[in-house]
C-alpha cells in the first residue's frame, strides 16, 4: 500500500462548482497534513494545512481531517478557471520524521 | 523577505557526468529540504539539512549527496548521472507550522 494516495483524476468541474479532492494515507501515526497547489512548469505552492480532525476553512478552501479514517480531503468552493492545476496531498508520518510524503497528486480542471 | 532561491532554473548535462545544484532558504532559516520531482515517482523526499547538518535522508543511491553552508546555503550534488535522474529539483525552507515553501526549481536534463 502506498502511503499516501490520491486519485490522478482529471477532476473536472465548471465554474462555480464545488471541487472535492481526496487523500488517504497509511501511517496512522501521522500528525500533520498538506495541501498544495501546483501549475503546469511552477512548483508546488502551500494552500492549507491541517492537524487536528474536524474542518478547517480558509477563504473558498477547506481542508476536513478524518484520522480514524485516514483520510484529508480538500474542497475549493465557487470554482474558478484560475483553480485548475494539479493539488498534491502531502503527510508528515512518524516513519519519515520531517519529510514530507507526498501524493502524486488529482489534476483539477475548471470549466467556464 | 525574500523567498527560497534556487540556480540555476536549467541545466543539461550527459549521462556520466556530475552536478551541483544550488540554494538559498528564506532568509534567517536554517533548514533547507530537497525534493525530486517526477512524472512517474511524483515528488519525493532526498535529504534535510539543519544548522549544516543532515538530519533526515530519502531512499536514494549515494550518488545523490548534499551539503550546506554556515550561511545556510545548501548544495546538492548528483554524480555519474543517469537518464533516470532527469527531474525538478525543488529546495525548500520549513516554515513556523510545519509546512514547507518550495523554491522555483532546477529543471535538470540529462542526455
Known amino acids: 500500500q502506498k502511503e499516501v494516495e490520491q486519485n490522478s483524476g482529471p477532476l473536472s468541474v465548471p465554474e462555480g462548482a464545488i471541487a472535492s479532492l481526496n487523500c488517504t494515507y497509511s501511517?496512522?501515526?501521522?500528525?500533520?497534513f498538506f495541501w498544495y497547489r501546483q501549475y503546469s512548469g511552477k512548483s508546488p505552492e502551500l494552500i492549507m494545512s491541517?492537524?487536528?480532525?474536524g474542518d478547517k476553512e480558509d477563504g473558498r478552501f477547506t481542508a476536513q481531517l478524518n484520522k480514524a479514517s485516514q483520510y484529508v480531503s480538500l474542497l475549493i468552493r465557487d470554482s474558478q478557471p484560475s483553480d485548475s492545476a494539479t493539488y498534491l496531498c502531502?503527510?508528515?508520518?512518524?516513519?519519515?520524521?520531517?519529510?514530507?510524503?507526498f501524493g502524486k497528486g488529482t489534476t483539477l480542471s475548471v470549466s467556464s | 523577505k525574500a523567498g527560497v532561491t534556487q540556480t540555476p532554473r536549467y541545466l543539461i548535462k550527459t549521462r556520466g557526468q556530475q552536478v551541483t545544484l544550488s540554494c538559498s532558504p528564506i532568509?534567517?532559516?536554517?533548514?533547507v529540504s530537497w525534493y525530486q520531482q517526477t512524472p512517474g515517482q511524483g515528488l519525493q523526499f532526498l535529504f534535510e539539512?539543519?544548522?549544516?547538518?543532515?538530519?533526515n535522508k530519502g531512499n536514494f543511491p549515494g550518488r545523490f549527496s548534499g551539503r550546506q553552508f554556515s550561511n545556510s546555503r545548501s548544495e546538492m550534488n548528483v554524480s555519474t548521472l543517469e537518464l533516470g535522474d532527469s527531474a525538478l529539483y525543488l529546495c525548500?525552507?520549513?516554515?513556523?507550522?510545519?509546512?514547507?515553501?518550495f523554491g522555483s526549481g532546477t529543471r535538470l536534463t540529462v542526455v
Open positions: 491541517i492537524y487536528s480532525n
Open positions: 502531502a503527510v508528515r508520518t512518524n516513519q519519515a520524521g520531517t519529510a514530507l510524503i
Open positions: 501511517d496512522r501515526g501521522s500528525q500533520s
Open positions: 532568509s534567517g532559516h536554517r533548514s
Open positions: 539539512y539543519f544548522s549544516e547538518t543532515q538530519r
Open positions: 525548500a525552507s520549513r516554515l513556523p507550522e510545519g509546512g514547507y515553501t
